[in-house]
């Protein structure tokens, strides 16, 4: 019977029917040369014919068969003909939603089975396939397709089959330059969702959206509210909570008068979990829809209970007293009391998180107490008494782990030790996430350059436009008639026309809108000083972003094989050198003692040891001496290729006083070791590098030679002369390919300024090394910390007389200070 009825079937499917037409056209369409031009033709030829009345009317009366002989036509391949391919496909999917709506007999058959598979394999193609320039024209048709391939799918317990056609076509799309959403989005991450492969989104849900509604898209808002709920759910799926928060969040404030489901089930997510994340319930902005406002939290009551319950926690914590178990219990008592419907509404599982954030906020409050504490004692002190070690334990190293807490734990004692957020162990843990927040901010400002370039052109869209032109006219004439009966003519100018289009005057300086044409000269020049100051400090804001965040280290290669660096034993020239062997340059060590810069040579070999490092004893107070400086000519020589030179040594005041107390050596050697060290060193080393034409030398300089600092005059002086010692040998070898710079630093943790602990604005010499390698070869005259030369901006903005007079007050505090000290020392 089976065997007779295909048979029948196949019997059938050879005859075109009222498809005969379409044959005739299709024949003629065979003999047609394949050029791109003649392809496209054709395919609108064809598509114009498929959308005729008499071809319309056919395709209605043709059976599910013949049109699947149409489509299996050469000449209708979707690479040959997609928009007749397109044109097809939607008839079928017409035919084929008719046979889903007769019932689940009708659907049951293998015929019809077999039917609605091979239906599902030419919609796969046709995604996979179709032409992102005639699909985006075509997007309410594709969209339908789509909302029947998922329908299909999920019938046939198919729907991973459809998540990579899918994925395939959107990530054309957006490629093309398509960034605006379509009701395609919302069925792709529900299929997602249902097939359970939630990374599979990821990469749709992280691609910005610029365009909401199109009317070419066909968008309604239950696309657009299946987008944010289905996006925040697989955001949850991900563990990416703060993402989830922005989606569910959009779903609840999209404007509406009635309530949706969609909106009453993102809000019941959205508290769970803010709750997880914050430990306190969302807030609602102002534009939220007031019937959302007024009447959600009547669709959300063991949730609003939920809410109230860990904002009396929070209100007992701005009180001072800590959270106990009695609060973690209530937690648990009110889910079990709410199970049911929590189960039904598929928020069990973050209702149960919530509860184990709790417990995790109870944990770290405990650094705000503790700086040791044991093991056995850690849960009852954190109010967690019904919980045991092994469990606060686990929990602890979650939390350090995801970087919530410092601390170390030492099983062997049964301690542990909370570290302070200056406090670190190991550099290198600190160093990785400076690295990753330099990432990060590098990321975030990629994606605001890109977010400026699409709404500049979208402003640029929106100026030319006939309908921006049109009612632009209009007003224009209604503003002239205005003038006329004596209203003066900007009281009248709509804001849309008045401002026209800031981007183009303000970044492209294109001609002034008719609406600005009345100011006066002055006014007009006045308006662009103004409009060059701000661009002016726009341009040095970017400029030092690109410089500090964006801009990629030369390759230490590229100067020579050797560095040099004076003052090496301690401080900033010690953590320069480290910088130096790390980037894999052999490391030449000058500065007085001996067995110190044996030990700096023994750490360096021990951390990076396919480096070379050669030590030399100097006393810089002795440079003038020919044999100290046949000396380091003699090491210069053996080692030969020296590529970068940090004149870092120096010296500084005790502390501030006035020139004349000053003691003759300190005068002395203030000049001798930065000033003539500085000088001796760049002579010995700057004709090889001429030679080679390559190199690079740093004079280490202090913030004092930027501003008027008394009681500190010959210091600031002597550093004053290295910047422009600096500036004009930049110049002079310029041609050589010599870079000469001079690195102004700030306050940084070093014996020589008297700090002990590194902060934001006082780095650790280990950081400013970095920075400062990092920005070799660059500007002449840089602060390489960029909180630094965020600092030198800030006071170079001052007037200097302010500087001068807020430096002398502190510098005499701080003379009366050392005085009085030398004077206890004495008695």
Same mark, same amino acid.
Request: proline share 4%; net charge positive.
């Given at each position: 019977?089976?065997?007779?009825?295909?048979?029948?079937?196949?019997?059938?499917?050879?005859?075109?029917?009222?498809?005969?037409?379409?044959?005739?056209?299709?024949?003629?369409?065979?003999?047609?040369?394949?050029?791109?031009?003649?392809?496209?033709?054709?395919?609108?030829?064809?598509?114009?014919?498929?959308?005729?009345?008499?071809?319309?009317?056919?395709?209605?009366?043709?059976?599910?068969?013949?049109?699947?002989?149409?489509?299996?036509?050469?000449?209708?391949?979707?690479?040959?003909?997609?928009?007749?391919?397109?044109?097809?496909?939607?008839? *079928?999917?017409?035919?084929?939603?008719? %046979?889903?709506?007769?019932?689940?007999?009708?659907?049951?058959?293998?015929?019809?089975?077999?039917?609605?598979?091979?239906?599902?394999?030419?919609?796969?193609?046709?995604?996979?396939?179709?032409?992102?320039?005639?699909?985006?024209?075509?997007?309410?048709?594709?969209?339908?397709?789509?909302?029947?391939?998922?329908?299909?799918?999920?019938?046939?317990?198919?729907?991973?089959?459809?998540?990579?056609?899918?994925?395939?076509?959107?990530?054309?799309?957006?490629?093309?330059?398509?960034?605006?959403?379509?009701?395609?989005?919302?069925?792709?991450?529900?299929?997602?969702?249902?097939?359970?492969?939630?990374?599979?989104?990821?990469?749709?849900?992280?691609?910005?959206?610029?365009?909401?509604?199109?009317?070419?898209?066909?968008?309604?808002?239950?696309?657009?509210?299946?987008?944010?709920?289905?996006?925040?759910?697989?955001?949850?799926?991900?563990?990416?909570?703060?993402?989830?928060?922005?989606?569910?969040?959009?779903?609840?404030?999209? +404007?509406?008068?009635?309530?949706?489901?969609?909106?009453?089930?993102?809000?019941? !997510?959205?508290?769970?979990?803010?709750?997880?994340?914050?430990?306190?319930?969302?807030?609602?902005?102002?534009?939220?829809?007031?019937?959302?406002?007024?009447?959600?939290?009547?669709?959300?009551?063991?949730?609003? =209970?939920?809410?109230?319950?860990?904002?009396?926690?929070?209100? !007992? $914590?701005?009180?001072?007293?800590?959270?106990?178990?009695?609060?973690?219990?209530?937690?648990?008592?009110?889910?079990?009391?709410?199970?049911?419907?929590?189960?039904?509404?598929?928020?069990?599982?973050?209702?149960?998180?919530?509860?184990?954030?709790?417990?995790? !906020?109870?944990? %770290?409050?405990?650094?705000?107490?503790?700086?040791?504490?044991?093991?056995?004692?850690?849960?009852?002190?954190?109010?967690?008494?019904?919980?045991?070690?092994?469990?606060?334990?686990?929990?602890?190293?979650?939390?350090?782990?995801?970087?919530?807490? /410092?601390?170390?734990?030492?099983?062997?004692?049964?301690?542990? *030790?909370?570290?302070?957020?200056? =406090?670190?162990?190991?550099?290198?843990?600190?160093?990785?996430?400076?690295?990753?927040?330099?990432?990060?901010?590098?990321?975030?400002?990629?994606?605001?350059?890109?977010?400026?370039?699409?709404?500049?052109?979208?402003?640029?869209?929106?100026?030319?436009?006939?309908?921006?032109?049109?009612?632009?006219?209009?007003?224009?004439?209604?503003?002239?008639?205005?003038?006329?009966?004596?209203?003066?003519?900007?009281?009248?100018?709509?804001?849309?026309?008045?401002?026209?289009?800031?981007?183009?005057?303000?970044?492209?300086?294109?001609? %002034?809108?008719?609406?600005?044409?009345?100011?006066?000269?002055?006014?007009?020049?006045?308006?662009?000083?103004?409009?060059?100051?701000?661009?002016?400090?726009?341009?040095?804001?970017?400029?030092?972003?690109?410089?500090?965040?964006?801009?990629?280290?030369?390759?230490?290669?590229?100067?020579?094989?050797?560095?040099?660096?004076?003052?090496?034993?301690?401080?900033?020239?010690?953590?320069?050198?480290?910088?130096?062997?790390? *980037?894999?340059?052999?490391?030449?060590?000058?500065?007085?003692?001996?067995?110190?810069?044996?030990?700096?040579?023994?750490?360096?070999?021990?951390?990076?040891? $396919?480096?070379?490092?050669?030590?030399? &004893?100097?006393?810089?107070?002795?440079? =003038?001496? =020919? /044999?100290?400086?046949?000396?380091?000519?003699?090491?210069?020589?053996?080692?030969?290729?020296?590529?970068?030179?940090?004149?870092?040594?120096?010296?500084?005041?005790?502390?501030?006083?006035?020139?004349?107390?000053?003691?003759?050596?300190?005068?002395?050697?203030?000049?001798?070791?930065?000033?003539?060290?500085?000088?001796?060193?760049?002579?010995?080393?700057?004709?090889?590098?001429?030679?080679?034409?390559?190199?690079?030398?740093?004079?280490?300089?202090?913030?004092?030679?930027?501003?008027?600092?008394?009681?500190?005059?010959?210091?600031?002086?002597?550093?004053?002369?290295?910047?422009?010692?600096?500036?004009?040998?930049?110049?002079?070898?310029?041609?050589?390919?010599?870079?000469?710079?001079?690195?102004?630093?700030?306050?940084? &943790?070093?014996?020589?300024?008297?700090?002990?602990?590194?902060?934001?604005?006082?780095?650790?010499?280990?950081?400013?090394?970095?920075?400062?390698?990092? /920005?070799?070869?660059?500007?002449?005259?840089?602060?390489?910390?960029?909180?630094?030369?965020?600092?030198?901006?800030?006071?170079?903005?001052? +007037?200097?007389?302010?500087?001068?007079?807020?430096?002398?007050?502190?510098?005499?505090?701080?003379?009366?200070?050392?005085?009085?000290k030398l004077e206890q020392k004495k008695d």
């Open positions: 019977m089976i065997v007779k009825t295909i048979v029948i079937i196949m019997e059938g499917s050879s005859e075109w029917g009222p498809l005969q037409t379409l044959r005739e056209l299709l024949r003629t369409q065979e003999a047609s040369v394949d050029g791109e031009t003649d392809r496209k033709q054709n395919d609108l030829s064809l598509s114009r014919a498929l959308n005729s009345e008499d071809m319309t009317a056919a395709l209605q009366q043709a059976t599910i068969d013949q049109l699947e002989l149409a489509l299996a036509h050469d000449v209708l391949a979707v690479e040959r003909n997609p928009l007749a391919h397109l044109l097809l496909l939607s008839a *079928k999917a017409t035919k084929v939603d008719q %046979l889903s709506k007769l019932g689940a007999k009708a659907t049951a058959s293998p015929q019809s089975l077999l039917m609605t598979t091979k239906f599902l394999q030419q919609l796969s193609e046709f995604f996979y396939q179709a032409p992102v320039s005639v699909a985006s024209k075509e997007m309410k048709r594709v969209s339908l397709l789509c909302a029947q391939f998922a329908s299909i799918a999920i019938s046939l317990n198919q729907s991973i089959k459809t998540i990579y056609p899918l994925k395939s076509f959107l990530r054309r799309l957006y490629q093309h330059g398509h960034t605006l959403l379509t009701p395609l989005h919302g069925h792709f991450l529900y299929l997602c969702l249902r097939s359970k492969c939630y990374f599979a989104a990821m990469e749709l849900l992280d691609q910005p959206i610029y365009e909401i509604h199109s009317p070419s898209s066909g968008m309604t808002v239950v696309d657009y509210l299946s987008y944010a709920y289905y996006g925040g759910v697989l955001y949850l799926g991900q563990k990416r909570y703060e993402e989830a928060m922005d989606f569910f969040l959009m779903a609840v404030t999209t +404007p509406a008068v009635s309530l949706s489901a969609f909106v009453i089930e993102a809000y019941k !997510k959205l508290v769970l979990t803010s709750l997880i994340v914050t430990g306190k319930p969302p807030t609602l902005p102002k534009y939220t829809p007031f019937v959302v406002t007024r009447h959600l939290d009547a669709h959300c009551v063991p949730y609003m =209970e939920l809410s109230k319950l860990f904002t009396a926690n929070e209100g !007992k $914590k701005d009180v001072g007293q800590p959270l106990t178990s009695q609060d973690a219990a209530r937690v648990a008592e009110l889910i079990e009391q709410h199970k049911d419907a929590l189960i039904k509404d598929g928020n069990m599982g973050l209702a149960k998180q919530c509860r184990e954030s709790l417990k995790e !906020k109870q944990l %770290l409050e405990l650094p705000c107490t503790y700086v040791t504490i044991a093991l056995s004692e850690m849960a009852s002190a954190a109010g967690l008494d019904d919980m045991d070690v092994i469990t606060a334990e686990k929990l602890l190293l979650d939390l350090i782990r995801r970087g919530h807490v /410092n601390a170390i734990m030492d099983k062997h004692k049964g301690m542990v *030790k909370f570290l302070l957020e200056t =406090e670190d162990t190991d550099n290198g843990d600190q160093n990785a996430r400076h690295a990753e927040a330099m990432e990060r901010l590098q990321l975030e400002l990629e994606k605001v350059t890109l977010l400026a370039a699409h709404v500049r052109h979208m402003d640029t869209e929106i100026v030319t436009s006939s309908k921006f032109q049109a009612k632009y006219s209009k007003d224009k004439d209604r503003r002239q008639q205005r003038l006329m009966g004596g209203i003066p003519r900007w009281s009248v100018t709509p804001p849309a026309a008045r401002h026209r289009s800031m981007l183009p005057q303000a970044l492209r300086l294109g001609p %002034l809108s008719p609406s600005m044409q009345h100011l006066s000269t002055p006014t007009l020049a006045l308006s662009l000083l103004g409009a060059l100051v701000v661009g002016r400090v726009a341009l040095a804001l970017l400029s030092g972003v690109y410089a500090f965040f964006l801009r990629p280290a030369k390759r230490l290669s590229s100067f020579g094989k050797w560095g040099v660096v004076t003052g090496a034993t301690d401080g900033i020239g010690k953590a320069l050198a480290m910088e130096l062997a790390r *980037k894999g340059m052999n490391v030449l060590l000058l500065s007085r003692t001996q067995s110190r810069l044996e030990q700096v040579r023994d750490e360096i070999l021990a951390k990076y040891p $396919k480096v070379q490092v050669e030590v030399l &004893s100097v006393d810089f107070t002795q440079i =003038e001496d =020919e /044999n100290v400086q046949k000396a380091i000519k003699k090491t210069l020589a053996q080692i030969e290729d020296v590529g970068v030179l940090f004149n870092n040594v120096g010296v500084s005041y005790d502390f501030p006083q006035y020139f004349t107390e000053l003691p003759d050596d300190r005068v002395k050697s203030l000049i001798t070791l930065n000033v003539t060290t500085a000088t001796l060193m760049t002579k010995l080393v700057l004709p090889g590098m001429a030679e080679r034409r390559r190199g690079a030398i740093v004079n280490v300089s202090s913030g004092s030679a930027r501003f008027c600092v008394p009681l500190l005059s010959e210091y600031s002086a002597t550093k004053r002369y290295l910047e422009q010692f600096s500036l004009c040998l930049a110049d002079e070898y310029k041609s050589k390919n010599v870079h000469v710079q001079c690195h102004t630093a700030m306050f940084v &943790s070093t014996k020589l300024a008297k700090i002990r602990h590194s902060s934001f604005f006082v780095p650790s010499p280990t950081t400013y090394a970095r920075a400062s390698v990092a /920005n070799l070869g660059y500007e002449t005259l840089v602060s390489p910390y960029w909180p630094h030369a965020v600092q030198v901006w800030m006071y170079e903005s001052v +007037p200097n007389f302010i500087m001068s007079k807020v430096a002398t007050m502190t510098h005499l505090s701080l003379r009366k200070r050392a005085l009085k």
